[in-house]
């Protein structure tokens, strides 16, 4: 996902990404152990969107906090 995406959505939102993305890894990593993944960078580029909707969502709410 891109940061401009993410960076329209509000706080509800992004947590709800985050969520949603975070659910999405952990079925990976279960394919994963049972060899069912065909695409292992999957996991990685997961990994990374989470990380990235988190950063955004930090920065929202010290954005907010700072008002």
């Known amino acids: 996902m891109k940061t401009t995406e993410l960076r329209q959505k509000d706080a509800a939102g992004l947590e709800a ?3 949603s993305l975070q659910k999405a ?3 990976l ?3 994963k152990a ?3 993944l065909n695409n292992t960078a ?4 997961t ?3 989470i990380a990235r909707a988190k950063t955004i969502l930090a920065q ?3 954005e907010s906090a700072s008002k």
């Open 29 to 31: 990593r279960m394919q």
């Open 17 to 19: 990404e985050v969520k």
């Open 47 to 49: 990994r990374r969107d």
């Open 34 to 36: 049972t060899q069912q």
């Open 60 to 62: 929202k709410r010290a």
């Open 25 to 27: 890894h952990f079925g």
């Open 42 to 45: 999957s996991l990685r580029i």
